[in-house]
């Protein structure tokens, strides 16, 4: 008989046939979209169920695709949820897991209801995924009162799981930091197809980009202070995203800075396969995703060692690694990738291939696949191995 196996994570559910009118304009686990088609292509021995809550549904909907289970709850007040440590949302998680008697619970993320649904569970054997460290962000960066308030019980929230998985090794110390006792396994976030099939021709303009939330954490004010120099100007700085200082550095920007807004995926591919670079000067960050993105088109990247996806670039020699807030650093790795555009194209093929095949969805799904069959071995057999 079929192990059952329970997920508990934010799913793209506009991309289940049926459910097309629920997409939403926020921000989603975009590793999931590529995943979840990865899993029922994935030889496996699970029933796989995925639950989740969207906000752009009133009633309870279950739907069977991808040969995999999804029930999605409707999702109140955020703010509330958080106050309340989301106590509705994991009693209504709580009550069908009692229902699908699951022989395994996977929670991805402290964010949000998910991990906490996870630990509330009643399940024995549980395994949680770290997505972003609240901790880490709020210990660097501080950010809103809500925020700083779901950071403060993602120690506890963790601290239920004896195992999990992080998708870089700065990720899985930080998840380590949050309980030491935690069994962690690296897993790569494999990225969208899509991705693997874009063609990168990178315009004659040098042209770097940067694509995710314009705030205080991603240190986007320093990129914008980069581009006013005068050394810079020759160079276009192409900014994806919204986010609470975005008004502020538009004002403060000079001309040579394009502002995108929020972009759709088909956006990012066209944004990236155009580009010189990507550069993201982050003070916190697990991933980001755009970078393992940017490095399966092939773009260098200039990116912080406060990133789990530095080492990428640390191992690969495929653009620089400076310390966050380092102008210098960050304006010197940005001429050198712009100075020649064959020299540029040259730096972005190193490592490309090998990072192809491990950010491949396939990969992940493979890599989740032993997880599952590894925690759910009888102990005699583990022993014996």
Known sequence: MAKKIAIIANVPVWIIPGL??????????????????????????????????SKETSEYHFKEAFGQFFHIFPRGSLAVGIVSKFFLETWKVKKLIRKLSPDLVHAWGSEEVCGLAGARSGV?????????????YVREVGGAFLFRVQARYEKTTVGAYEHGTA??????????????????????????????????????????????????????????EVAALPQCAGINFRIAGVGALKNHLMEKATGNVTWLGKVDRSKVISELEAAWALVIPTFADTGPTVVKEARVVGLPVVITNAAGASSYVDDSGCGFVIEPADLAGLSKS?????????????????GW?????????????????????????????????
Not at 29 to 49: N, V, Y
Not at 182 to 206: L, R
């Open 20 to 53: 097309e009118k629920l997409k939403h304009g926020g921000h989603y686990c975009t590793w999931l979209e590529a995943l979840i088609p990865a899993f029922e292509r994935e030889k496996r021995d699970f029933e796989l169920h995925w639950i989740t809550f």
């Open 167 to 224: 998708e870089s090794p700065m990720a899985a110390l930080l998840l380590s930091d949050l309980n030491p006792k935690i069994m962690v396994d690296i897993v790569e976030y494999g990225v969208d197809e899509k991705f693997h099939e874009a063609n990168w021709d990178p315009v004659q303009q040098p042209t770097v980009l940067f694509v995710g939330s314009i705030d205080e954490r991603k240190g986007v004010a320093h990129l914008i």
């Open 353 to 385: 291939k090998e990072h192809r095949e491990i950010l491949n969805p396939a990969t992940t799904a493979r890599s989740f696949r032993q997880i599952y069959e590894k925690l759910l071995s009888p102990p005699d057999s583990l022993s014996a191995t």
């Open 124 to 136: 024995p054997q549980k395994l949680f995924t770290l997505q972003g460290c609240l901790t880490d």
């Open 334 to 350: 940005i001429l050198e990738i712009c100075g020649d555009r064959e020299e540029c194209m040259e730096m972005g093929r190193k």
